[in-house]
Each structure stands twice: as structure tokens, then as C-alpha cells.
């Protein structure tokens, strides 16, 4: 039989992709700003990659929200 671990996850599925779409949608855009702009409010290129990178949906928020100079 099919473990309760994969039937879980079938059934949230639908409510998933979006969420990784737009996880994956922030990051690059977050990414692609942050390599072109060479100046942040505070802390560097390095800390601010790791941000997004490991910070799933919230990290390119943090970085749009507070790292990112005007």
C-alpha cells in the first residue's frame, strides 16, 4: 500500500506548486536584482545570496524589503 507520507503529500499538491512557483519566482528575481545592483542598505553580496537562497519565500522578501539601496 501507498505509506500515509506520500498520500499527504499528493493531497496538498495542488496547494504546493503555487507556493513553489512563487518561491522560485522571488528568488531569481531577488537574485537577478541583487547581482546587478552592487549596493545594499547594510551586510554584502555573500550574506545577502545565502539570504535568499536559503530563506525559501521569506529571504527575497527580507532582501526586497531591507537590503536592496534605493
Same mark, same amino acid.
Given at each position: 500500500?501507498?505509506? /500515509?507520507?506520500?498520500?499527504?503529500f499528493?493531497?496538498? /499538491?495542488?496547494? /504546493?506548486i ?11 528575481? =531577488? ?33 526586497? =524589503?531591507?537590503g536592496r539601496?534605493?
Open positions: 500500500g501507498r505509506s /500515509l507520507i506520500v498520500e499527504g499528493t493531497e496538498y /499538491l495542488p496547494f /504546493l503555487p507556493l513553489i512557483i512563487v518561491q522560485i519566482t522571488l528568488q531569481i528575481s =531577488a537574485l537577478v536584482h541583487l547581482l546587478k545592483h552592487p549596493n545594499y542598505r547594510f551586510g554584502s553580496k555573500t550574506i545577502w545570496i545565502i539570504v535568499v537562497l536559503l530563506g525559501q519565500i521569506i529571504g527575497p522578501i527580507v532582501y526586497f =524589503a531591507f539601496e534605493e
